[in-house]
């Protein structure tokens, strides 16, 4: 039995990559899982009939031939973007990613095993199903830890038989987080094996399940598994520009769920009021740039906004998303216990701030707006409301604050520093916004220690801010 190595936390296992933002199973979906950080890239591994180790799920394809009788090219045909295991190990060599992969054709597996020693690939988990898999990385002199996959119903360790690793395929059940007892990993540690879990989208079983002595945890939505957490040495919150906009289309349900399922402080989205006094996300004034319509947003209802396609000029995969209404997102807020950015673009205050509080969110949101009458009217309805003022607008810092009470001041990457240090510790809070990726204007805006980033590219300034507070 070989020793599965222990992570300090748990490895978050992108199920068939990121499968909640591309195609399962493609090159696209594992570039994305990298992107959101993704420790792992779980795969399902098959063969041709020419021999060639592919990376694909079903046993057949979608015309019901079997990928066992089809040579790649064939299978190419069939489906374009299907990736051999020799390209997905290759991507995943260059972008510094682990592979747990599900072996589902015997005849695929030592061909797998050779491709990953020659990449030289870590960390790697060989599982399947299939026993004789199993046995076939043993005779193979295989340097991986190899994982029983158990189904539900099935005993773990008889299933698992002396696999390095316990697989447990429960996510249907209703509340699969009750079977991790303590016996489970007792008995699991005593027999030197460790314990991977099913595949989990779910923000509150996934806040349980993160919490046990597991080696990893497979997801569609891989940025749920470990969320971000600041620096305890530098404190501060993360603001995601339209959502995580590189992820998923700019200001739908998609691209904010996945900046607050990855642990980011707050959204930022704007609010247009509808020719039916409905209020719709969506940035611009003009539907044309991310909708399938034409024309101006306040001139529409809701229902005709409803059947527009806001999601496939950003990628083919998310055709048919919708626009979001101001509720959808407040209910979204409420689920993952986030916070909101809300820009005020042609949208009433009186009716946002309604939905806000009626909502209960009053404490977990900001407003915004270019219009400076809507600030001032936000002030007058509610001295409790957050509002932000940008210092760029102002001749001085102190107008800044007292035009209408400003409770978070945004600064730009070029300002001066000790403007920003002026407010630490102080009732308002500090923000820098910086909408590139600069790696230099990163390392400017960490030393300046404002209390918030609204950022265009929240994941890569993250991992940045990791390594620049650690050095």
């Known amino acids: 039995m070989i020793a599965a190595p222990v992570p300090p936390r748990p490895w978050s296992i992108a199920h068939r990559g990121a499968s909640a933002y591309a195609p399962e199973n493609t090159l696209a979906a594992f570039r994305k899982a990298a992107e959101l950080g993704a420790d792992m890239w779980e795969a399902d591994i ?58 589902k054709d015997l005849s695929a597996t030592v061909p797998t095993l050779r491709l990953l020693e020659e990449a030289e690939i870590e960390p790697v988990v060989l599982g399947a199903f299939d026993v004789s898999v199993v046995d076939t990385l043993r005779e193979a002199g295989s340097r991986y830890p190899v994982s029983g996959l158990v189904p539900l119903g099935a005993d773990p360790f008889d299933h698992a038989g002396e696999a390095d690793v316990i697989h447990l395929c429960w996510e249907r059940m209703d509340r699969p987080q009750d079977t991790l007892t303590q016996d489970l990993f007792e008995q699991a540690f005593a027999r030197g094996q460790r314990v991977v879990l099913w595949h989990e989208e779910d923000p509150d079983r996934m806040a349980d399940i993160r919490t046990k002595p597991v080696t990893g945890i497979c997801s569609d939505m891989p940025e749920l598994v470990n ?57 611009d004034d003009t539907l044309d740039r991310t909708t399938s319509g034409t024309g101006t947003v306040w001139e529409q209802s809701m229902e005709a906004l409803r059947r527009l396609d806001a999601g496939e000029w950003f990628d083919p995969y998310f055709a048919g998303t919708g626009l ?56 007058r309805l509610s001295p409790k409301a957050r509002i932000m003022a940008r210092r760029q607008d102002y001749p001085t810092l102190r107008e800044a604050l007292e035009d209408y009470d ?28 910086y909408n590139g990726a600069d790696p230099a204007v990163y390392d400017r805006m960490l030393a300046m220690r404002p209390d918030l980033f609204n950022l265009d590219q929240p994941f890569a300034f993250s991992r940045h801010a990791r390594a620049f507070v650690h050095g």
Not at 79 to 85: A, F, K, S, Y
Request: proline share 7%; aromatic share 8%; charged share 20%.
């Open 46 to 103: 098959r063969s041709t009939a020419d021999g060639v180790a592919v990376v694909y799920h079903d046993a057949t394809v979608p015309d019901g031939r079997a990928v066992a009788d089809l040579s790649r090219a064939e299978l190419l045909e069939a489906l374009p973007d299907c990736p051999t295991v020799a390209e997905m190990v290759a991507l995943a060599a260059e972008l510094g990613a682990g592979i747990y992969a599900d072996i």
């Open 227 to 283: 969320p971000f957490v600041p620096p305890s040495e530098y404190p501060f919150g993360i603001v995601c520009h339209r959502g995580a906009n590189g992820i998923a289309p700019e200001n739908t349900l998609p691209a904010f769920e996945c900046a607050l399922a990855a642990g980011f402080d707050f959204i930022e989205l704007d609010l247009h009021v509808t020719a039916d006094e409905q209020i719709v996300v969506m940035h």
């Open 324 to 379: 979001p209404s101001l509720g959808e997102v407040l209910a979204l807020l409420h689920k993952y216990g986030g916070g909101a950015y809300l820009e005020l673009k042609s949208a009433p205050p009186a009716l946002v701030l309604r939905q806000v509080q009626e909502a209960g969110l009053l404490d977990q949101v900001f407003f915004w707006s270019f219009n400076r009458e809507f600030l001032q009217e936000l002030r």
């Open 406 to 433: 400003a409770d978070i001041l945004e600064f730009l990457p070029n300002h001066e520093p000790l403007e920003v240090a002026s407010l630490r510790g102080g009732a308002v809070r500090s923000m820098i916004a």
